[in-house]
């Protein structure tokens, strides 16, 4: 159980300012989240504040590798997907 | 909102600051006076941990030739911050300003921002010393400010209406969770104007930013600046919109127009009936160092001489009291030493609150303990330190070292002395702080 940062990351430190388990560390490949601290803010019925806090969506994963904030979660830049082309 | 308290049309903070305090206070400050141009700020870009989201920033953008708020090239550590300031103002003797505006928040880094300004004021302590902030936290921490001497406050306050600021901002991190839409705008205002008021009170010089928003929220500059003028704000800044779509903001994707300058005029007139109005701004950058307009390439000077530093403090734990042999989350004091190129003296051991519980679990409890009392050491000897506390003992500026291990702490305390006449011939800074750039604020422009 816990969570993970990945390659979005900006690096800006905000999880690493709220995080209540001090887990989040800085390496030198870039943040990363100590596993053996990290319980998910299990009792914090806001959810996890790494999650709460970051800026970048898909910058943070659960165990099974799915994003805090999925993409056009945060932005609200609409997604290519959600894009009805044009008819001639 | 307080406003009830208020009288109406009357500027509770004329009563609050001597007239003349508070001029000479304007004076130095070219961001709060025209007439201040001929000195010069700088901006120390400690802060890169942002609380809220607005639709005019992209916080993932950072290219070396853009100018814009919110940006900055490169990370600094509170000592850093500090050194760059010594160095800056050797160079440009009319530095009378030292700002923090992010690239984040410098209130969503408190930690940094504040240990930061501990260490400009201890280095120079005329300067003044400002933060811009968007107001959120700035309730909580409006005392450790004025307890290191911030006189100068910037708040961004772009509306005052949360049906408006739902549409500037989409999310704000308040009270340990993300909340948007209404809820988000409405807590933001909450406590912009709860902390407008209290550092009023205060007695601080508040400067309040509004970027212009075409549709969004030029119609309501006018409302705006009269309850600016009724808290007692000092001057307002209404800047316009940045929203090149190179920069990738939502307001930049999505094809919101920038104000013309016409209309950037005319919300400066209507608002001006009720706020002084400030015209100058320069919309600078996170970093930006020198005189408004003339910026000094920060990297051209760091070659040329770099500051020494004169004396470096040293905290040793230490078991035996002869050598380097106590883990630091057992400390219960630190043997506290000032070496100087001539002289290693002993000061009064410094006592301290032991870090680790030396539980059989290392559960985080500890996380709360507050390194900061230690931000004022150069530099920790102890013989083992755990990856936390070194990491955060770093990003306050303390160099943390283990190699001296088990060794005599004369010894290692001449050794450092000696390292450091050979760096002060070589003209290189000793403590070479790396903590903080590791977090790249400075990811190269996609």
Redesign the interface.
């Given at each position: 159980m816990a969570l993970s940062i990945t390659q979005a990351c900006i690096g800006c430190f905000a999880c690493k300012e709220v995080c209540p388990k001090n887990a989040v560390t800085v390496a030198e490949q870039g943040f990363m989240i100590v596993e053996h601290r990290c319980d998910e803010c299990r009792s914090n019925t806001n959810g996890p504040q790494c999650g709460q806090i970051c800026p970048v969506e898909t910058a943070i994963t659960d165990n099974q590798g799915r994003a805090l904030n999925p993409p056009g979660s945060l932005s609200g830049i609409p997604q290519k997907s959600h894009v009805i082309a044009m008819t001639k | 909102m307080k406003l009830d308290k208020m009288t109406d049309g009357k500027q509770p903070d004329s009563s609050q600051l001597k007239a003349d305090t508070q001029a000479a206070l304007v004076a130095t400050h070219p961001c709060f006076s025209k007439e201040g141009h001929q000195y010069a700020r700088i901006h120390l870009p400690v802060a890169?941990?942002?609380?809220i989201?607005c639709?005019y920033c992209n916080?993932?953008f950072d290219c070396s030739n853009e100018t814009r708020p919110g940006v900055v090239s490169k990370l600094l550590s509170p000592a850093m911050a500090a050194r760059r300031f010594v160095k800056v103002k050797q160079h440009v003797p009319e530095t009378k300003v030292v700002g923090i505006a992010g690239p984040?928040d410098p209130l969503?880094?408190p930690k940094a921002t504040i240990a930061s300004l501990k260490a400009i004021a201890a280095a120079d302590p005329d300067v003044h010393l400002c933060i811009s902030t968007n107001g959120l936290a700035l309730i909580e921490h409006l005392d450790k400010l004025l307890e290191v001497g911030v006189k100068h406050l910037t708040i961004t306050i772009n509306c005052i209406d949360a049906e408006i600021g739902k549409n500037i901002y989409?999310?704000v991190?308040f009270n340990?969770?993300?909340l948007r839409g209404r809820a988000a705008a409405q807590a933001l205002i909450d406590q912009q104007l709860l902390g407008l008021e209290a550092a009023i009170n205060a007695g601080m010089l508040v400067k309040v930013n509004t970027v212009l928003i075409p549709g969004i929220n030029d119609h309501h500059i006018e409302s705006l600046a009269i309850e600016l003028g009724r808290y007692g704000a000092f001057i307002h800044n209404i800047m316009p919109l940045i929203s090149d779509p190179a920069h990738g903001t939502?307001f930049g994707?999505?094809g919101q127009r920038e104000p013309s300058s016409e209309m950037l005029g005319a919300a400066r007139e209507k608002a001006g009936q009720s706020m002084q109005q400030m015209t100058h701004c320069q919309q600078c950058r996170a970093d930006a160092v020198g005189k408004l307009g003339q910026d000094i390439d920060i990297n051209s000077l760091e070659n040329v001489e770099p500051a020494l530093p004169p004396h470096i403090r040293v905290a040793v734990a230490s078991k035996s009291n002869l050598l380097v042999d106590q883990h630091f989350g057992y400390a219960t004091e630190f043997q506290h030493y000032l070496i100087t190129e001539n002289s290693i003296q002993a000061e009064a051991n410094f006592s301290w609150q032991q870090y680790c519980g030396g539980d059989e679990q290392c559960n985080?409890d500890k996380?709360n303990r507050d390194l900061n009392q230690l931000a004022h050491f150069d530099l920790l000897l102890c013989s083992r330190i755990g990856?936390?506390p070194r990491?955060?003992l770093e990003d306050l500026g303390l160099q943390v070292d283990t190699h001296y291990a088990l060794r005599d702490i004369s010894d290692a305390l001449r050794q450092i002395q000696q390292q450091m006449q050979s760096e002060q011939s070589n003209q290189h800074h000793l403590l070479v702080a790396n903590?903080a750039n590791?977090?790249?604020?400075g990811?190269e422009c996609s």
């Open positions: - | 890169p941990a942002c609380n989201q639709n916080r993932k984040g969503a880094n989409p999310w991190y340990q969770q993300r939502y994707l999505m985080d996380a990856l936390a990491q955060e903590a590791a977090g790249c604020g990811k």
